[in-house]
């Protein structure tokens, strides 16, 4: 039967599970979705995760202290008046704001398995409910994006990574930690055509190994030096936009006498960087040029979440797109523009 995966790494990918006497034996590939959309090892395993011998299949209630491991099985009126006596009392002490809605997980599709909208909803009725902001998956971007970029949605289509002249896969895994079912795909087409696909990691990961033409390692936490090495090439090789940056930014002469060290602190030059990174200057630079030489419409890259604390790279990596990505950058939600997520 066809179905779809559900974990969160936002790929949804359509499988095929195959059933024998209501087992599910095997989850595959979906052939009506085209080759460019692959599951992976996750969805594959489902039917291991299913079946586990460990998992949790009845209601249990704890009865030792928080950690202590003692539970006892309870059916679901017990755990219902279990549950209802706690929200109850909880509200009535410390009003409906003492309870925080917590659950939930990114992707989740549909309304049956996202615990997120139920939970939500049920507290809601309830008489309401405290609400997180942000979370350790997208704050950082969230925070930073909308900043720089005057929207917290920017991001492409990853079918027009196949119009890409260079792709820079930056702290991107997308072999090993997917995000969609079929970018991997595509960069692999991409690099077919003869694309250079750089990927910059600490570590030589399988997407480095498998997808990339160059690796650029750095020390574990250092994007933000790399990437401020790499705006101090662009700025010193006069491989900025001015005009756009004039037009369309504020804030600029700031940024550059911060990277130029005309405020008093230290040039970030890919020298200064490779004492923090790690990195061979000469090789910062390379990558500085091939990007910062590749125009505009040409370049396509895939950001996530890199190593070092993450808003401040976020910021940096967004100043590259900003100061590079011209006319075209102009971010829209799934722009079809393949430099909509440029980045240094
Ligand atoms: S890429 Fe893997 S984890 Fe993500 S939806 Fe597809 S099968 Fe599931």
Redesign the pocket.
């Known amino acids: 039967m066809a179905v779809?995966?559900?974990?969160?790494?936002?790929?949804?990918?359509p499988?095929v599970a195959e059933v024998d006497d209501g087992r599910v034996t095997r989850v595959r590939d979906n052939p009506l979705a085209g080759r460019t959309m692959?599951?992976?090892?996750?969805?594959?395993e489902m039917p291991r995760v299913v079946y586990a011998p460990d998992r949790v299949l009845k209601l249990l209630l704890r009865t030792g202290p928080r950690g202590s491991g003692q539970f006892r099985e309870a059916g679901w009126p017990e755990a219902l008046e279990v549950a209802a006596r706690g929200l109850a009392e909880v509200q009535s002490r410390f009003g409906a704001g003492s309870i925080l809605a917590l659950a939930g997980f990114g992707s989740g599709r549909g309304s049956l398995p996202s615990t997120q909208r139920l939970t939500r909803l049920f507290l809601a009725l309830l008489g309401g409910y405290t609400e997180i902001t942000g979370g350790y998956s997208s704050a950082a971007a969230d925070f930073v994006t909308p900043t720089v970029l005057g929207t917290y949605l920017p991001g492409i289509d990853a079918a027009t990574l196949r119009h890409s002249m260079l792709i820079i896969l930056w702290g991107a895994n997308v072999t090993d930690t997917?995000l969609?079912?079929d970018t991997e795909f595509h960069i692999r087409e991409a690099r077919r055509r003869g694309v250079d696909v750089i990927v910059v990691d600490p570590r030589r990961s399988a997407t480095a190994a498998k997808l990339g033409t160059r690796w650029i390692p750095l020390r574990p936490g250092s994007d933000v030096a790399l990437m401020m090495a790499v705006l101090h090439v662009l700025l010193s090789e006069g491989l900025v936009d001015r005009p756009f940056v004039e037009a369309h930014s504020s804030g600029f002469e700031q940024l550059e006498r911060h990277i130029l060290g005309n405020d008093g602190g230290v040039a970030k030059t890919p020298a200064w960087a490779e004492g923090l990174c790690g990195t061979p200057e000469t090789l910062i630079r390379e990558l500085a040029l091939a990007y910062g030489r590749m125009q505009c419409w040409k370049a396509a890259a895939a950001a996530f979440p890199p190593t070092s604390a993450p808003s401040t790279a976020w910021a940096a990596i967004t100043w590259c797109r900003a100061v590079t990505c011209t006319r075209a950058c102009v971010p829209t939600r799934r722009s079809t523009l393949a430099c909509a997520t440029t980045i240094c």
């Open positions: 779809t995966c559900n974990k969160d790494c936002g790929g949804g990918c499988l692959k599951g992976c090892a996750r969805g594959y997917r969609g079912c």
